[in-house]
DNA sequence: ACTCTTCCCATCGAGAGACGATGGAAAAGA
DNA sequence: TCTTTTCCATCGTCTCTCGATGGGAAGAGT
């Protein structure tokens, strides 16, 4: 019966993207940085995503290297490649595009 | 390589749900309110409208009876529930909080 | 009378995406 | 030693969207 979807589908890629574009992260902290700056709204399993990750690595948008984390731990790094940053923008913009048309939708009187 | 979507994925019971709030339509009718109320981004197919119509009245969001459309054509009319008005409310504050949080990410400097 | 377009219904199969469950492993602290 | 936290990843399932497809009936044009 329960149909909480933690996320909007669809825009994953473009968070990560997003959260990635101010510097390198490993995927467990992409997740907290989504959850922390969302105030715990957006809350990324990481069974959604490694998988996105491995969408963006696929299409050439992120690189990653194998690193060690703060916390000592092995992790690897993800970060924007040059594609990346160009498809952060075209995705940001078609989501705005969709978002003020839905909007559009729900404030007709 | 092309994925023109043109809806944002779990999206639609929300619009539908809106487009019906003011009245009867039939399933025509409703893509092409959504359409024209959103200047031509939201173009809902025939493919998906048809298969989410079904989901609200599996839910009882919906409900429809067999009648004439304005062009004379047999055309099945679906109109709000309730519980379906009630749905809409639901869907409508949880798909603003979602946006909400994800301004928040993509305006984070 | 015939054809074309528009209107209106609906299903099927493919593909994508999100997620619960699961399975590691290693560090730190109790 | 035991538990918690941090970090990786996959598998199977479910849901959703959409292109393709297949009607059928009204009206307009020729």
Chains 1, 2 share one sequence.
Request: net charge neutral; proline share 3%; no cysteine.
């Amino acid at each position: 019966m329960e149909k909480n979807s933690e996320l909007l589908p669809g825009t994953l890629d473009l968070l990560i993207l997003k959260a990635l574009v101010h510097g390198t992260m490993h995927g467990y902290g992409i997740a907290q940085r989504l959850k922390e700056v969302s105030d715990d709204v957006l809350q990324v399993g990481e069974s959604s995503l490694y998988p996105a990750l491995q969408r963006l690595l696929l299409n050439g948008w992120v690189e990653a290297e194998w690193g060690t984390s703060q916390n000592n731990r092995r992790a690897r790094f993800y970060h924007l490649t040059p594609l990346g940053r160009k498809q952060l923008g075209v995705e940001r913009q078609e989501f705005q595009r969709m978002i003020t048309a839905i909007q559009k939708v729900l404030e007709t009187a």
